[in-house]
C-alpha cells in the first residue's frame, strides 16, 4: 500500500492487530444491524406453505418446485425465476436451511435440505 494510511494499515497490523472483530463487538453489529432488517413478505407464504424444519435433513425440495408451488398459488406474479430464486435462497438460509447435491434419475440436483410439501 501506498501513502499515509498504507503505513497505520502496515504499522498496527505488525502491532498484531487484525481485521476481524472481536467476538463482543460482532455480536453488538449483528444486534444493530438487524434492527434495520425487512422480511421478506414471501417468507410468509413459503412457512404457510412449506413444512421448514432445518433438522430434518432427509427431507428436500429443489428451488424450481417451491417457485412452481409459490406460482400456482399466486404468491408469486411475475419477475424472472433467477430473481424468485434469489428471495428463496434467501429466506431458507435465514431460517436455517442448507444447499445439498443429491442424485434424481442419475442427475445431480440442487436442493434445500429441511423442506418439503405439507
Same mark, same amino acid.
Given at each position: 500500500? *501506498?501513502? !499515509?494510511? =498504507?503505513?497505520?494499515?502496515? *504499522? ?11 467476538? @463482543?463487538?460482532?455480536? !453488538?453489529? %449483528? @444486534? ?12 410468509? /407464504? +413459503?412457512?404457510?406453505?412449506?413444512? &421448514?424444519?432445518? $433438522? @430434518?435433513?432427509?427431507?428436500?425440495? #429443489? *428451488? #424450481?418446485?417451491?417457485?412452481? @408451488?409459490?406460482?400456482? %398459488?399466486?404468491?408469486? %406474479?411475475?419477475?424472472? /425465476? !433467477? !430473481?424468485?430464486? %434469489?428471495? +428463496? #435462497?434467501? +429466506? ?5 436451511? $442448507?444447499?445439498?447435491?443429491?442424485? &434424481?434419475? =442419475?442427475?445431480?440436483?440442487? &436442493?434445500?435440505? =429441511? &423442506?418439503?410439501?405439507?
Amino acid at each position: 500500500m *501506498t501513502g !499515509q494510511g =498504507g503505513r497505520f494499515h502496515r *504499522t498496527t497490523h505488525k502491532a498484531g492487530e487484525t481485521w476481524e472483530l472481536d467476538p @463482543e463487538i460482532q455480536k !453488538q453489529m %449483528v @444486534e444493530i444491524n438487524s434492527r434495520y432488517e425487512v422480511d421478506d413478505p414471501l417468507q410468509y /407464504d +413459503i412457512i404457510s406453505l412449506f413444512n &421448514v424444519n432445518p $433438522e @430434518e435433513h432427509n427431507k428436500t425440495m #429443489a *428451488t #424450481a418446485q417451491i417457485i412452481h @408451488e409459490l406460482r400456482n %398459488v399466486d404468491a408469486i %406474479v411475475g419477475g424472472s /425465476d !433467477q !430473481q424468485i430464486a %434469489v428471495r +428463496i #435462497a434467501n +429466506i431458507l438460509q435465514k431460517l436455517g436451511c $442448507e444447499k445439498a447435491n443429491i442424485r &434424481v434419475n =442419475g442427475h445431480g440436483t440442487r &436442493v434445500w435440505r =429441511g &423442506v418439503s410439501q405439507k
